[in-house]
């Protein structure tokens, strides 16, 4: 029993640090309307004595034990708050405030407390429940006081209490005066912790809030950091394409000064690749891709076609090695060539690669026996 009381825990009541995401409007309802029924379960005490006192005091009433007997189940309810939903006690709260304020108006008519009794049930369910479940216990309570105004001023509901004996009894005014400290001291302080909730709520909103303008402005600093090194990344880029591109186009001039010919054949030593060749021979109407250097049209000498095969066959670098061909114009090709050797991936064989020294006939004509030339 001790722990239901236990007025260390009422800090907790008052203080929406302990509500794991404020955001969650059910977290601060239920934490607003377990520290109602906290206060309520002391007040309700007060309350039922002087009920009770004013009942000894004027006489019991059928209507005055109902009372009662919703008070005394309030404040069980109040007591054992902790082993029951918000939802549950939220229900019972509005309901037994309900039935309270309806057996004052029947009982006392406009005397009672019932009409602020609404009024709070009223407030109390919009903050417990939602401004939906407000507005049908709103609906709810005018019916009540439609229903029983009707009926007191028909004289179909008999005022049970003579109006000058209640004012002459100082239970009835102590009763009233603890209801009313009861219902309106829980409300007030019900609408104070909903503000504190809400003023909570705003000043997280505010803190996140700059936390994302903080973020969002690191976020555009990072940006612009990482889109200046992108710039100066694509600067670089662009400064290291523009230099491999002058050095292609560097070897290119080179290869076209150094060489006429330069030309590539498979592991089966034919003519693969041979752009200038192959642009010279196109228009004498000679075919060499795909065939053999000492098979094409161009002629060799004997001598010449065995000292290529030679090369080839060695799969050897060699340099320069004298040929001439002869066109089937008459004209001779005199040529210094130098080859190298390549392999694929798996290192095998794959072909030669060659360049061809444009030689003058003077230059080789001693090395060239006599029957070559015409």
Not at 264 to 291: M, R, W, Y
Request: hydrophobic letters at 45%; proline letters at 2%.
């Amino acid at each position: 029993m001790s722990n239901l009381f236990n007025i260390n825990d009422s800090k907790k009541f008052f203080s929406f640090n302990f509500i794991g995401d404020e955001t969650y409007i059910e977290d601060i309802r239920a934490k607003i309307s377990n520290a109602f029924l906290f206060i309520v379960s002391f007040l309700l005490i007060p309350a039922v004595a002087g009920l009770i006192y004013r009942g000894i005091d004027i006489g019991w009433k059928t209507v005055q034990v109902s009372t009662l007997a919703i008070m005394v189940f309030w404040w069980l309810v109040a007591l054992f708050r902790n082993k029951v939903s918000h939802q549950v006690r939220s229900y019972v709260t509005v309901t037994c405030l309900y039935c309270i304020s309806t057996t004052g108006l029947i009982n006392l008519g406009l005397l009672s407390m019932g009409i602020p009794g609404y009024i709070a049930c009223c407030i109390l369910t919009a903050i417990f429940l939602g401004v939906d479940k407000s507005l049908v216990a709103a609906a709810i309570c005018f019916g009540s006081i439609v229903a029983i105004g009707y009926g007191i001023s028909s004289e179909i509901i008999p005022i049970t209490i003579n109006a000058d004996i209640f004012n002459m009894s100082k239970g009835a005014w102590t009763a009233t005066s603890i209801i009313f400290f009861v219902v309106m001291g829980s409300l007030i302080l019900c609408l104070a912790g909903f503000t504190g909730a809400l003023m909570s709520l705003i000043g997280k909103v505010q803190e996140q809030s700059a936390e994302i303008v903080e973020s969002h402005d690191r976020l555009e600093e990072l940006v612009n950091e990482r889109t200046g090194e992108l710039t100066r990344e694509i600067e670089v880029r662009k400064a290291r394409e523009k230099e491999i591109e002058q050095s292609e186009e560097r070897f290119k001039s080179f290869t076209e000064i150094a060489a006429d010919r330069y030309w590539e054949t498979d592991e089966n030593h034919n003519i693969s690749f041979a752009p200038v060749l192959t642009k010279q021979t196109n228009k004498l109407g000679i075919e060499v891709i795909g065939k053999k250097a000492w098979e094409t049209e161009l002629v060799l000498s004997d001598e010449d076609k065995k000292s290529l095969i030679e090369k080839f066959e060695s799969k050897e670098d060699f340099k320069g090695l004298q040929i001439c061909w002869r066109l089937p114009t008459g004209e001779n090709l005199y040529r210094r060539l130098s080859g190298v050797p390549f392999r694929d991936s798996n290192g095998k064989f794959a072909g030669f690669r060659l360049i061809g020294i444009v030689e003058s006939a003077d230059s080789m004509r001693s090395d060239i026996p006599e029957g070559q030339i015409s």
